[in-house]
Structures are given as structure tokens and as C-alpha cells.
């Protein structure tokens, strides 16, 4: 099943990047039976033409916002943000993974700085990640802007709130058991950040990235005891994040277990509110 419950209104917050517009206040709980079939979209940036009229419509009038996505680890955000991105163009993506691994392969200042905790096998600092985002988020105020993997903790989302307005959080709530059976059936191509399951992506050929013909690999903490730990770790600390976003009434929880089955739903669910907004 998947269950989604609206929020409250946004807020307007002077002074920030982004721009809030008013929502009604109905509350509502949507369901839909879950299906058996999964078909995994690429992510495209480029692909401005490919979404229905009417959602091309509302991508023409709305005004710029700033959207994020929440999930557990192996919980489908890559997917559903492509579909995002397919359906509504004027979003640019910022995945966080990815803008990091792009700094320390240039050997920016930002890159070099985050290499040197790395290379200790420490995390990258909180300010160091939001400033790497506000970064990449610099020059775009003519697009809209689709956090994905930021902000992880509540310290990274008040660092975030002084600087951007986040005005719609997506919250993806998928069940553990599911989330193991897929990460312990992943591939990577660590270069790129690309993933690959046997089970419901898999590539083209056998062990190999369909992009650039290189070996796939596997991580070692990818055993479904690690994966738990991950699980539970994500949980303590994406807890208040959760209850962070819901006091501001930005936050919209969709749970289910097929990306094909939920995102329907996220689609409608921004639809409503760009209409709203524009």
C-alpha cells in the first residue's frame, strides 16, 4: 500500500533563494494497490520533451522552488528522481554524492578539502556538504532546484534553512526487508555513483557499466547484517530531520514498495502545488 497525507501550508520567508507560496490546509490520505511490475527509469537532465502536455504545462507556468527528496539508503530516491526530472524540467538536480565525487576528481579547493577527511576514512563536515551544495546552487535562480541525499541530518537542514528555502520535501518510507533484498543484489560503478540489481536493473552486459564498459563492483558492507546497521543508523538521525520538515508543513510521506506504483503519486502531489503556485 502506499499512504500519503497532505501538509500544512508553506511559508514565505523573506530574504531567501527560493520563493514559498500558500497551500490550502486539507488533509487527505491517498492509497493504491501496490503492482508487480518495476521498470527502472534512467535519470535525464536533458530530456525537456519527453513529459505529458499537461505536466509540461505546469512546468511553463510555476514559479522556482527548492524540493528535496528523503530516503532510506536503496529506497528507490534515484528513481524517483528521475521521473522527476522527466516529468518537470525546470528542475536542475544536486545529488550530493555526486557533486562530491566531481570536486575531488578536479581537485577543486572544495574537492581537496573534502578529500583530506576522506582519505582518513572520516565523514565530510557538515558546513564543508552545504557549501559544496549552496555552490552548485549558485547561478541557477532561473531553475528550480531537486535536493537528493541533502540534507542528512538536522544540523546540515538549519544550515540549509539560513541560506534556502526548501518548500516541498518528498519522504520516502520503504519497508527494511525490501531495502536489503536490493541492496544485496547491487552492482556499482564507482566512478559514477550508477547502480545496477539483477533483480530489477540490470545491465546490459553482464558485470559491466552500460555507459562506459568498466567493471561493476559490489561493496563490501552490502551483506544484509551491514545493511540493518545502516537501516537503524538512518533512522536515528533522519528521525528529527523528518519531524524538522513536518513542523514547518513541507513534508509528504509516500510509502510503498514498487517506485512505479508511488510515483504517480508524487507526480500529482507537485502538480497540485505548482498549480497552486503559479
Not at 89 to 96: A, K, N, V
Not at 115 to 136: A, C, F, N, S, T
Not at 179 to 208: C, E, L, M, N, T
Not at 231 to 243: G, H, N, R
Amino acid at each position: 500500500m502506499i499512504a500519503r497525507t497532505l501538509s500544512s501550508p508553506f511559508r514565505l520567508i523573506p530574504g531567501k533563494l527560493a520563493v514559498c507560496f500558500p497551500l490550502s490546509n486539507s488533509l487527505g490520505t491517498i492509497a493504491a494497490t501496490d503492482s508487480t511490475t518495476h521498470t527502472a527509469l534512467q535519470r535525464s537532465q536533458t530530456n525537456r520533451f519527453s513529459s505529458a502536455s499537461s505536466v509540461m504545462q505546469v512546468a511553463d507556468e510555476e514559479k522556482h522552488i527548492t524540493a528535496l527528496i528523503l530516503g532510506k539508503p536503496g529506497g528507490g530516491k534515484g528513481t524517483i528522481c528521475g521521473k522527476i526530472l522527466r516529468d518537470f524540467p525546470d528542475f536542475y538536480h544536486i545529488s550530493t554524492g555526486e557533486i562530491l565525487r566531481q570536486h575531488v576528481r578536479m581537485g577543486t579547493k572544495l574537492g581537496k578539502e573534502a578529500k583530506e577527511h576522506m582519505d582518513v576514512g572520516g565523514l565530510v563536515p557538515d558546513d564543508l556538504i552545504v557549501r559544496l551544495v549552496l555552490d552548485e546552487a549558485h547561478g541557477r535562480a532561473n531553475r528550480s532546484i531537486l535536493l537528493d541525499g541533502f540534507p542528512r541530518t538536522l544540523h546540515q537542514a538549519t544550515a540549509l534553512d539560513k541560506r534556502m528555502n526548501v518548500d516541498i520535501v518528498i519522504n520516502l518510507d520503504i519497508p527494511d526487508e525490501i531495502i536489503v533484498g536490493r541492496i544485496s543484489d547491487r552492482w556499482i560503478h564507482p566512478p559514477s555513483g550508477r547502480v545496477y540489481s539483477y533483480s530489477y536493473k540490470p545491465p546490459k552486459r553482464d558485470g559491466i557499466d552500460d555507459f562506459t564498459g568498466e567493471a561493476l563492483t559490489r561493496r563490501e558492507d552490502d551483506t544484509p547484517e551491514k545493511v540493518m546497521k545502516r537501516l537503524d543508523a538512518y533512522d536515528k538521525i533522519t528521525a528529527p530531520l523528518v519531524e524538522y520538515y513536518e513542523k514547518q508543513g513541507v513534508l509528504e510521506t509516500f510509502r510503498g514498495t514498487m517506485s512505479d506504483v508511488i510515483y504517480p503519486h508524487v507526480k500529482e502531489y507537485m502538480m497540485a502545488r505548482m498549480k497552486v503556485a503559479a
